[in-house]
């Protein structure tokens, strides 16, 4: 018996010493991975109506980055906001904002030193869709929220912005996260040979890709309601004489394969609204062999410096 249990002692300090090895060998020699998850306190319930935002003047990390909000409620990205100057609106979710990138690297901080007659303000956030982009727009073009005078809204589009009633155990990998919320929570705030295994084993790009895919369909509900949104928010900056567009962000799963039929479809719903759209990365169907560079590892969403560089200067050249 004493036996049994020195053999099982031995074979757990093993294991433990085998994974704090793994543990520093990927730290040592992949330093692209970084822990997930942003601070909770940068985040303030009902900021914009019935949506929450960024807290005013706080502080925090995302994915590793550091993150400060400015007293208006916008990520901080290059100088303060001159208000004597006019804005230009960034509605986006947390590919907008910015996970893993520090603020002056952001395609937003970017396009902020390159245009010093603007405001670039982005008061994106994680989990965004298309409705708390109304609800942010509202806010601060409909009802003047500290009368920045925005004379340009842009919405940059991700596919998963398209539906806001998906329950979240239906999404990739949602069922597993669910019932084990707070042990993988932990592991992905601290363990970078978790995301290494995750990226080796699994191909999310694709999964999350292939499983929005899906909403981008005529007849569906969540498709339609996204479409009016758009077209509502547009004809509102029209009334005002605000210019408005909308530039149809890629997956890296997209950029890998060439396909782009999400984006082609709300192209052709849109084409009669008099929206101007673009499409950064995406000529045709070309195809990035070298994809991944532009995004976080093993995160087939989010960019990482060199796709906010790419995406930037796609922009800055409209």
């Keep these: 018996m004493k036996k049994t249990a020195l053999l099982i002692g031995y074979n757990v300090v093993a294991v433990i010493f085998l994974f704090l090895l793994s543990e520093l060998a990927v730290r040592l020699f992949i330093p692209r991975i970084q822990p997930q998850g942003t601070t909770r306190a940068i985040i303030a319930d009902s900021l914009y109506g019935s949506s929450y935002g960024l807290k005013p003047q706080s502080a925090g990390k995302s994915h590793g980055a550091p993150v400060a909000v400015d007293r208006y409620g916008f990520r901080k990205c290059g100088g303060k906001i001159d208000t004597?100057?006019?804005?230009?609106?960034?509605?986006?979710?947390?590919?907008?904002?910015?996970?893993?990138?520090e603020g002056d690297s952001t395609f937003a901080g970017i396009v902020q030193a390159g245009i010093d007659s603007l405001n670039i303000l982005n008061p994106s956030?994680?989990?965004?869709?298309?409705?708390?982009?109304?609800?942010?727009?509202?806010?601060?073009?409909?009802?003047?929220?500290?009368?920045?005078?925005i004379e340009r809204v842009t919405i940059f589009w991700c596919l998963n912005d398209v539906y806001t009633n998906v329950p979240f155990d239906e999404m990739p990998g949602g069922k597993i996260r669910y019932i084990f919320s707070d042990f993988l929570t932990f592991v992905r705030n601290h363990s970078r040979l978790y995301h290494f295994l995750k990226s080796l084993l699994f191909d999310r790009s694709k999964s999350y890709y292939l499983f929005?895919?899906?909403?981008?369909?005529?007849?569906?509900?969540?498709?339609?309601?996204?479409?009016?949104?758009?077209?509502?928010?547009?004809?509102?900056?029209?009334?005002?004489?605000?210019w408005f567009d909308l530039f149809l962000l890629p997956y890296e799963y997209q950029l890998r394969t060439g396909d782009f039929a999400p984006q082609d479809l709300l192209?052709?719903?849109?084409?009669?609204?008099?929206?101007?759209?673009?499409?950064?990365?995406?000529?045709?169907?070309?195809?990035?062999?070298?994809?991944?560079a532009f995004f976080l590892?093993?995160?087939?969403?989010?960019?990482?410096?060199?796709?906010?560089?790419?995406?930037?200067?796609?922009?800055?050249?409209?």
């Design 125 to 149: 956030t994680s989990g965004y869709h298309v409705k708390n982009y109304r609800d942010v727009f509202t806010a601060l073009v409909i009802e003047a929220r500290h009368h920045l005078g």
């Design 84 to 101: 004597s100057r006019a804005s230009w609106l960034f509605l986006g979710d947390s590919v907008t904002f910015g996970p893993g990138v």
């Design 212 to 242: 929005d895919k899906q909403f981008y369909d005529r007849e569906n509900p969540e498709f339609q309601r996204a479409v009016e949104t758009i077209i509502e928010i547009s004809g509102s900056c029209r009334q005002r004489g605000i």
């Design 297 to 318: 590892y093993g995160d087939g969403i989010h960019f990482s410096n060199e796709g906010h560089r790419r995406l930037a200067e796609f922009i800055m050249a409209q």
């Design 267 to 292: 192209e052709e719903v849109l084409k009669n609204s008099g929206i101007r759209i673009w499409r950064p990365f995406q000529t045709n169907t070309e195809k990035y062999p070298d994809s991944k």
